[in-house]
């Protein structure tokens, strides 16, 4: 990188070359997507720590990837976000077996809402967890990443009607161990 030039997201380090839209369109494209991304990164990573790293790197990489003077599409950021978790989960994997001793991982929060919305909330978020990954990164993807079934399927490298019908078979799951508990 050049000294004395600033560095923003879509630069090119090699030429310095400025890549990215004008600062608003940066300002207004990550304030409408940047919790989606979080909350994806978050749900991949299991850690609020970790998933702000992988959203990091991941946003530069979608950056870098896409045309000058546009924003990144959605669906290569989710599965930039997710190569990137991979990746990190296979590192904490090696660095765990070195050390014979993984540290804890935090909680990530799935649900936001205030407290007399807390119990639910935590039944809601052991239901999720409780599904296998592959309908749960589905779910993510749909609930909170708000892609179509046909995004989802590109960034999980399944087919679309793959992707739905995990989506189907999670929201059944998800019913049943919900009955009683809430209305449903």
Same mark, same amino acid.
């Not at 919790?35 to 530069?60: I, M």
């Not at 205030?114 to 935590?122: F, I």
């Not at 989802?152 to 919900?178: C, F, I, M, Q």
């Given at each position: 990188?050049?000294?004395?030039?600033?560095f923003h997201?879509?630069?090119?380090?090699?030429?310095?070359?400025?890549k990215?839209?004008?600062?608003?369109?940066?300002?207004?494209?990550?304030?409408?997507?940047a919790g989606?991304?979080?909350?994806? %990164?978050?749900?991949r990573?299991?850690?609020?720590?970790?998933?702000?790293?992988?959203l990091q790197?991941?946003?530069?990489e979608?950056?870098?990837?896409?045309?000058a003077?546009?924003?990144?599409?959605?669906?290569?950021?989710? %599965?930039t976000?997710?190569r990137?978790a991979?990746?990190?989960?296979?590192?904490?994997?090696?660095?765990?077996?070195?050390?014979?001793k993984?540290?804890?991982?935090?909680?990530?929060?799935?649900?936001?809402?205030g407290?007399?919305? %807390?119990e639910?909330?935590?039944?809601l978020e052991? %239901?999720v967890r409780?599904l296998?990954e592959k309908?749960r990164?589905?779910?993510?993807?749909?609930?909170?990443?708000?892609?179509?079934?046909?995004e989802?399927?590109?960034?999980?490298?399944?087919?679309?009607?793959?992707?739905?019908?995990?989506?189907r078979y999670a929201l059944?799951?998800l019913?049943k161990?919900?009955?009683?508990?809430l209305?449903?």
């Amino acid at each position: 990188m050049n000294p004395g030039v600033p560095f923003h997201p879509g630069t090119d380090e090699h030429t310095c070359v400025d890549k990215t839209p004008n600062p608003e369109d940066w300002d207004q494209w990550l304030a409408a997507h940047a919790g989606r991304f979080l909350l994806y %990164a978050r749900e991949r990573t299991g850690s609020t720590a970790d998933a702000e790293d992988v959203l990091q790197d991941a946003l530069v990489e979608s950056w870098r990837r896409t045309p000058a003077g546009r924003t990144p599409d959605d669906a290569l950021v989710y %599965a930039t976000i997710r190569r990137r978790a991979i990746d990190l989960g296979r590192s904490r994997d090696r660095r765990a077996r070195r050390e014979e001793k993984a540290a804890p991982e935090s909680e990530a929060v799935w649900f936001a809402c205030g407290v007399e919305q %807390a119990e639910t909330a935590a039944l809601l978020e052991r %239901a999720v967890r409780a599904l296998p990954e592959k309908q749960r990164e589905i779910i993510g993807l749909k609930v909170w990443g708000e892609l179509t079934f046909e995004e989802a399927a590109r960034v999980a490298g399944v087919p679309p009607a793959t992707a739905a019908s995990r989506y189907r078979y999670a929201l059944d799951e998800l019913r049943k161990r919900l009955k009683g508990v809430l209305d449903l």
